[in-house]
């Protein structure tokens, strides 16, 4: 502490509000040091985004504000919550910045049992608002896993006993998942197992179970907290492949047994409801395989008996056959008689057959062919001279009409290209017509540009008395600020250019040689200014 020069007439010493509040925090450090304080969470948000924690303790009648680093923080078996009353263990310590004191926590326990039940219920009250509860949602156990997954501690009794019971009712494959369970990193590494083994694809190089078993062995309430985290709860919830909660001692309850699809009282009990036991099995299996064969036996008696009745009512060979025997006999009769008349029948159809076969046959077809014949060529020798002299009577006729409209046509095309001619002629006129009015129309508009191009170009203006500057870059030179004494210039006037130096109120530079006059630019070439 320093001592300022005090005002006249008072021995008070000056401070600083630096070093006030220096000496406050010391104070306050060295008479409380590290403190116990029992209050009522508020103004809970949550880890700030640089990990650490802010909220207030408070009681009926005071408030103090509190801070929880994020190591601190990481370490807690039990996490804050809004209006949850908790002991709080820190130090005392003073913020300069805004003049008040607050609680460095280090350690948060609830205040007793009965604000971790109250914690508890109301965690159950909301996730089962959420339906996360719904016996609705709950699968089946299967009858006789192939394969079944274990979450549990690998070090303690109970694997051994899950292991023990199931090899004394019916050895399965069994998966281990080693978790803690118990501490603060229980939840999240339940959680994690429980979506492991959903994760795992059937088929896959590592079975995937048929069923899950989540097992620890009995403890207080804080240390089957774990199971009461909401993780825990939301992935036994939303796990695809059954679930059985064998969580403590049958006394013992957590939120996980409420989301599970069944609830053992012991891991041993979870293990006696996950596979029946073999010797039962296989006896009451032999049993029913004996009631089946009974079974098939008597159907068999049965059958055999109801057919000897039916062989009993049916009547003999000889009675089934004495009728039809006496109808063949019969039809043996009636046959012969039917034979005959058939073939005395087929012998006169033949004989017309042959009636008619004999007025067609080959001889009388040939003979009636060779008359007719004759009488054709006969006919053919009469009127062969007819026949020459009609052909060339109709080719006369053919080629006199092919004559007449052969000149008829050509008289049509003559007419056709005369008119055709005519109107070529008359559109040749008018495009000769066009073409002069055209030419005469685009050589005014050329003349009337031209006379524009003369007006504007700076050309008429050299011939007025003015003077063209450029430099040396050949760019016009508009204003004599931007020229630099002893600069090269180049004056153009409307008959010739020449060369200059600028002069200045600085030394002048040496003049160089003076370069070669360039060619006028014709008109409308040029730069204009």
């Not at 809004?82 to 805004?98: C, H, Q, R």
């Not at 004759?374 to 009469?382: H, I, K, S, T, V």
Request: glycine letters at 8%.
């Amino acid at each position: 502490m320093s001592v300022k020069d005090s005002a006249p007439g008072s021995n008070t010493a000056e401070l600083s509000v630096s070093e006030l509040s220096g000496a406050l925090k010391r104070t306050i450090e060295d008479r409380f040091g590290y403190v116990r304080v029992r209050g009522e969470v508020s103004g809970y948000r949550g880890p700030h985004s640089s990990g650490h924690v802010y909220f207030s303790l408070k009681d009926a009648a005071a408030r103090i504000d509190a801070v929880m680093w994020k190591g601190s923080f990481a370490r807690l078996r039990v996490r804050p919550e809004e209006g949850m009353e908790v002991i709080a263990t820190g130090k005392i310590t003073t913020f300069p910045g805004k003049s008040t004191y607050q609680i460095v926590v280090e350690t948060i326990e609830p205040a007793g049992v009965g604000a971790l039940m109250a914690l508890l219920d109301q965690r159950r009250r909301q996730l089962q608002a959420e339906g996360l509860f719904d016996p609705a949602r709950k699968q089946l156990i299967p009858y006789l896993p192939g394969v079944i997954g274990v979450i549990t501690s690998p070090t303690g009794a109970v694997i051994r006993d899950i292991l023990h019971r199931l090899a004394d009712r019916f050895p399965r494959h069994v998966i281990v998942w080693p978790v803690r369970v118990q501490g603060e990193t229980s939840a999240a590494e339940v959680a994690r197992a429980i979506d492991g083994f959903n994760a795992l694809v059937p088929g896959g190089p590592i079975a995937r179970p048929d069923v899950i078993i989540v097992a620890r062995g009995g403890g207080s309430l804080e240390d089957l907290w774990g199971f009461n985290e909401e993780s825990v709860v939301r992935a036994a919830a939303a796990s695809d492949i059954p679930l059985i909660s064998a969580v403590g001692h049958e006394t013992d309850t957590t939120l996980i047994d409420f989301a599970a699809d069944l609830r053992a009282p012991t891991p041993t009990g979870a293990a006696e409801m996950c596979v029946p036991v073999q010797a039962d099995l296989l006896a009451q299996t032999s049993a029913l395989a004996a009631r089946h064969r009974a079974a098939a036996r008597r159907y068999l008696e049965g059958q055999r008996s109801q057919l000897r009745g039916l062989l009993r009512a049916m009547p003999t060979g000889d009675a089934l056959v004495a009728v039809p025997r006496q109808r063949l006999d019969r039809a043996g009769e009636r046959l012969g008689a039917r034979v005959e008349a058939r073939l005395r029948d087929l012998d006169l159809r033949l004989g017309r057959a042959a009636q008619k076969l004999a007025r067609h046959s080959p001889q009388a077809e040939l003979a009636r062919r060779q008359g007719a014949t004759q009488n054709a060529a006969r006919n053919l020798a009469r009127l062969g001279p007819q026949i020459n002299v009609r052909p060339r009577h109709r080719l006369s006729e053919l080629e006199a009409r092919l004559a007449r409209a052969f000149a008829a046509r050509l008289a049509l095309e003559q007419q056709a290209c005369l008119g055709r001619r005519t109107r070529l002629d008359l559109l040749h006129t008018r495009l000769l017509r066009a073409s002069a009015q055209q030419i005469t129309r685009r050589t005014e508009r050329l003349s009337g540009t031209s006379k524009l191009l003369a007006s504007l170009g700076y050309h008429n203006v050299l011939a007025r008395g003015f003077a063209l500057v450029r430099d040396e870059a050949g760019h016009p030179v508009r204003l004599a600020a931007g020229v630099a004494a002893g600069a090269r210039l180049e004056l153009e006037f409307a008959d010739s250019r020449l060369a200059a130096v600028a002069l200045g109120d600085g030394p002048a530079r040496k003049p160089a040689e003076r370069p070669p006059a360039r060619k006028p630019t014709p008109a409308g070439q040029g730069d204009l200014f």
